[in-house]
């Protein structure tokens, strides 16, 4: 069956997260005495990645962790700041103008928060593109993806089928194989391998690869 719907997850996919966690720890004023001396290259020591995750991520700091994220999360000037990835908006417009109905999926602690900053960074698409963001768990182990895919999915009358989710994370994959979607691993900065029983997913390491990825499964 066609692929017809496309959740992104937006950190990782199509903002870079790591950009702006590189900022946080190089210039908040509370870390920079620690961590304002590190290069780009050595982000992962400071933050090693946890299989279940495979990227990045603030909490997983061996003892700053649930601190980094509040301080994080509450300094807009640094949460903020994470810039599209190249080429993401033509993407968007593109796959729009050919049919597809595309939404973003993300997870927060703060719902409002997020989804005004969301509504800022991604003004030129959001005329079609669906912006939803969930709130998730404390250890983001949960199924709030899940959740809000199988929302979504009634909201709007869309076929598990015909829907692919596209993010970094690998605890997500999870959200679209329970649902009936079809799950797709993109590769950001500083990701990690997939676990051996989940290497039948695809992995993506650009937008332009996931495109023509999509355009084979389609016939185009």
């Known amino acids: 069956m066609a692929i017809k719907n496309i959740f992104w997850d937006v950190d990782g996919v199509l903002a870079n997260l790591n950009y702006?966690?590189?900022?946080?720890?190089?210039?908040?004023?509370?870390?920079?005495?620690?961590?304002?001396?590190?290069t780009w290259e050595q982000l992962p020591e400071v933050l090693p990645i946890v299989p279940k995750y495979g990227a990045l991520e603030l909490k997983t700091h061996p003892t700053l962790g649930k601190e980094l994220d509040y301080d994080f999360c509450h300094s807009p000037e640094f949460f903020t700041n994470r810039p599209l990835y190249p080429n993401v908006i033509e993407t968007?417009?593109?796959?729009?103008?050919?049919?597809?109905?595309?939404?973003?999926?993300?997870?927060?602690?703060?719902?409002?928060?997020?989804?005004?900053?969301?509504?800022?960074?991604?003004?030129?698409?959001?005329?079609f593109l669906v912006i939803e963001c969930v709130q998730h768990g404390k250890f983001m182990h949960d199924t709030a993806k899940e959740d809000m895919l199988k929302a979504c999915f009634e909201q709007y009358g869309l076929k598990a089928e015909e829907t692919v989710l596209v993010d970094d994370r690998i605890y997500n994959q999870a959200a679209a194989i329970n649902v009936g979607a079809q799950p797709i691993r993109y590769r950001c900065e500083f990701t990690t391998d997939l676990p051996e029983d989940l290497k039948w997913i695809p992995e993506m390491h650009s937008l332009e690869e996931f495109k023509q990825w999509l355009f084979k499964q389609n016939g185009k």
């Open 20 to 38: 702006a966690y590189y900022n946080f720890l190089t210039k908040h004023p509370k870390y920079a005495p620690m961590y304002g001396h590190i």
């Open 92 to 127: 968007l417009k593109e796959l729009n103008s050919l049919g597809y109905r595309q939404f973003t999926m993300s997870a927060t602690f703060d719902v409002e928060t997020k989804k005004r900053f969301l509504n800022n960074l991604l003004a030129e698409v959001k005329d």
